[in-house]
């Protein structure tokens, strides 16, 4: 099976602007969750779809946000941009809800904001 | 609520030594507990997982972990180092119920470095 997929993996944009990024999971998984990765904050949970439902919010301000396709593919948004923004956005799928499902990690886009 | 601790930041050790990784957690409900490993400029691979089956759990590449109920641990250990295994490794929890269902909270990271 094809893994995770993120595009774009690289991405420059200036403060002020809004950001789409994007997330294929793993064939036959619903659930995608994203993730925000920072050398000073470390990993941060944004959010969880599952059947094209937020299931689960992590705390982050609402010019965060995020869809599931009907597909599974999943869009995360960042409106006007802060230069705080800069990270590493990794999206996970997994097979089900329960929590001993493991997530498995696409290999992320760098979103430098400048 | 739900916390991970990695005890140490930085681990160094000699190719072929033992590899010893601390992780403290807590959780208020059974948790499902998770090792990944992050090369650099990449996404988070899985190495273990622990859900409640059999406190030891094996993973690849070697790695193993022991759940410690009493002692909310879940360390990670290798008896041998290969240079391969520098890399950032993280703790995970994960609470079987709540509100924060779901939700994945890692520990902060340990760098391990190998030397020749």
């Known amino acids: 099976k094809a893994g995770v997929t993120q595009t774009p993996r690289y991405l420059i944009k200036t403060r002020g602007q809004q950001v789409t990024l994007s997330c294929s999971p793993i064939?036959?998984?619903?659930?995608v969750s994203w993730y925000q990765q920072t050398p000073g904050q470390g990993l941060q949970f944004l959010f969880e779809?599952?059947?094209?439902?937020?299931?689960n919010k992590g705390n982050f301000p609402g010019r965060f946000s995020g869809r599931q396709f009907s597909n599974s593919r999943s869009e995360m948004n960042v409106s006007t941009l802060e230069l705080g923004d800069s990270a590493l956005y990794l999206c996970a799928s997994r097979g089900g809800l329960v929590s001993s499902y493991e997530q498995y990690f696409g290999p992320g886009t760098r979103l430098t904001v400048t | 609520a739900q916390s991970v601790t990695q005890l140490d930041s930085h681990v160094s050790v000699s190719e072929g030594t033992p590899v010893l990784l601390r992780c403290n957690y807590s959780s208020s409900y059974s948790p499902s507990l998770f090792w990944y490993v992050q090369h650099p400029n990449k996404g988070l691979q899985l190495l273990l997982k622990y859900t409640s089956a059999a406190t030891l759990v094996k993973g690849i590449n070697g790695f193993e972990a022991e759940f410690k109920k009493s002692e909310t641990s879940f360390h990670l250990t290798k008896p041998s180092a290969h240079m391969s295994d520098a890399a950032e490794y993280f703790c995970?929890?994960?609470?079987?119920?709540?509100?924060?269902?779901?939700?994945?909270?890692f520990g902060q990271g340990t760098i391990l470095t190998v030397h020749p």
């Open positions: 064939s036959g998984h619903r659930s």
């Open positions: 995970v929890v994960s609470p079987a119920g709540g509100t924060s269902y779901g939700k994945l909270t």
């Open positions: 779809y599952f059947s094209e439902t937020q299931r």
